[in-house]
C-alpha cells in the first residue's frame, strides 16, 4: 500500500500489515491509485499524471496539466481519466482519458465554463462526477451528473439552482 | 473535520485532495439542514459477507467519494446534494439501479451513505451514526439489514479495501488544518482495527484492480 506523509509530503509505500516501510520519492503525491499491476498518481510537484510499478520504481510522466490543474484521477479498463480545469483558457478545462498503452489523449466533456473540482467515480460502465465551486470555507456540490466511459449518454442528475 | 479551503488559498498539492474532509464537511451542514436520524432499516442484521471478498468498486473510487459501486448488473450511486438556496434533502441517499439502464432507480437508503463498497453481497459505505460520529456501514442490497461496523473520532478518508481488509486515514485535521491521520486497517470479517503507520499521512492508496 502506499501513502503520502503529512509531515514531510514524502511517498511512501509499504506492506499491508505496515512493515516494510520505504520511500519512493519525496514528491507530494495525490489520487495514488494501483490498477492492473501498475501505479497511477498526480504528482503535484510535476502537475501531472504518473505511472509506476507497483513498487513505486520506473516513475513515466504520462500527461502534465501544463497551465491547467489536474485535479484527480480515476483508473478503468484501458484508461485514465483525469479533470484539469484552466481558468485561462477554459475551453481546455474538462474531463479527458488517456489509453494507457499509446497515452492517446481524449476529451470526453470539454470546455467547463465553471470553476470545477469534479469527483470522478467509476461503476457500471459509467463515470459519477459531482462538481464544486469554491464557497465560503470551501467548496460545494453545484452539479451531479453521470457519463458513458467513452464520454456518451451524459444525464444530469442534479444542478444546484442558480 | 478538516479544513476544505479552495485550491486558490491552498499550497501546491495540499488540500487537492479531501473527499472525506468534504463529505464531513457536507455531512455537518447537512446536519444542520437537514437532521439525520441515522435510524437502522427494519430488516435482519446482515449475515457476513461471502467470499471471495472482492471489491466491486474500483480503487480510484476511494479519492473519489466513493460515488458508486457496480456488480455488473446494479449499479449502486449515491446522491449527495447541497443547495442552499433550495435544499433538496428528498434526494440525498443510496440508490440501486441496473447497471444496463433499464428501470428506475430505487432509493435504498434514505440518508447520506458515501465511499461505496460492494463486498460479498454486502453494501459497505460511510456516514454519520446517531453520535454524529463519522461510521462505517453496511446493509443488504436491497437496503435492509443496516449495521454499523465501526464509528471513528475522526473521519474516514480514502477508505478503501484490499484482500480482507478496510484500510483508512482516520482523519483528524481541524477546520483550519489539511488532512492529516494515521493509517488503519479492519478485518472484514470482525475485530478491532488495527493501527498499520507510525507516521500520519494525507493520502493514501491501497488495493489492486
Known amino acids: ?162 | 473535520m478538516g479544513n476544505i479551503l479552495p485550491p486558490s488559498v491552498q499550497e501546491s498539492g495540499k488540500g487537492l485532495s479531501a473527499p472525506t474532509r468534504l463529505a464531513a464537511f457536507l455531512l455537518s451542514m447537512l446536519l444542520l439542514v437537514f437532521p439525520v436520524a441515522c435510524k437502522k432499516s427494519s430488516g435482519s442484521r446482515p449475515s457476513p459477507p461471502a467470499p471471495p471478498y472482492r471489491d466491486m468498486a474500483g480503487a480510484g473510487n476511494a479519492h473519489n467519494l466513493g460515488l458508486a459501486a457496480s456488480d455488473g448488473t446494479w449499479t449502486y450511486y449515491a446522491f449527495m446534494v447541497f443547495d442552499i438556496q433550495q435544499p433538496q434533502g428528498d434526494l440525498m441517499g443510496i440508490y440501486r439501479t441496473r447497471a444496463d439502464g433499464t428501470g428506475s432507480p430505487v432509493k435504498i437508503r434514505a440518508d447520506l451513505g458515501l465511499d461505496l463498497h460492494l463486498i460479498g453481497g454486502k453494501l459497505y459505505f460511510t456516514s454519520v451514526d446517531a453520535d454524529n460520529q463519522s461510521a462505517l456501514f453496511l446493509m443488504n442490497p436491497d437496503g435492509t439489514g443496516e449495521e454499523k461496523l465501526l464509528s471513528l473520532e475522526g473521519v474516514f478518508k480514502d477508505l478503501t479495501y484490499c484482500e480482507g481488509f478496510f484500510y483508512y486515514i482516520e482523519n483528524m485535521a481541524d477546520i483550519d488544518e489539511f488532512d492529516h491521520g494515521l493509517i488503519y486497517r479492519l478485518p472484514i470479517g470482525g475485530g478491532p482495527p488495527e493501527q498499520i503507520s507510525a507516521v500520519e499521512a494525507y493520502a493514501m492508496g491501497a488495493g489492486q484492480d
Open chain 1, 1 to 162: 500500500m502506499f501513502f503520502r506523509d503529512a509531515d514531510q509530503d514524502h511517498f511512501f509505500r509499504m506492506n499491508p500489515d505496515g512493515t516494510g516501510l520505504m520511500q519512493i520519492s519525496d514528491h507530494p503525491v495525490d489520487c495514488i491509485v494501483p490498477h492492473g499491476g501498475m501505479l497511477y498518481y498526480i504528482d503535484r510537484d510535476e502537475n501531472a499524471v504518473m505511472r509506476a510499478n507497483l513498487d513505486g520504481g520506473n516513475p513515466v510522466l504520462m500527461v502534465r496539466g501544463d497551465v491547467a490543474s489536474i485535479d484527480r484521477i480515476n483508473v478503468a479498463d484501458d484508461y485514465v481519466y483525469f479533470s484539469r480545469w484552466n481558468f485561462k483558457r477554459l475551453k481546455d478545462s474538462g474531463l479527458y482519458r488517456m489509453r494507457k498503452g499509446t497515452l492517446a489523449l481524449e476529451p470526453l466533456l470539454a470546455g467547463w465554463d465553471d470553476f470545477n473540482w469534479p469527483y470522478l467515480s467509476i461503476a457500471g460502465g459509467k463515470i459519477y462526477c459531482v462538481n464544486l465551486v469554491p464557497f465560503v470555507i470551501g467548496q460545494i456540490p453545484v452539479s451531479y451528473y453521470r457519463v458513458n466511459l467513452n464520454g456518451t449518454c451524459f444525464q444530469l442528475l442534479w444542478e444546484a439552482s442558480s
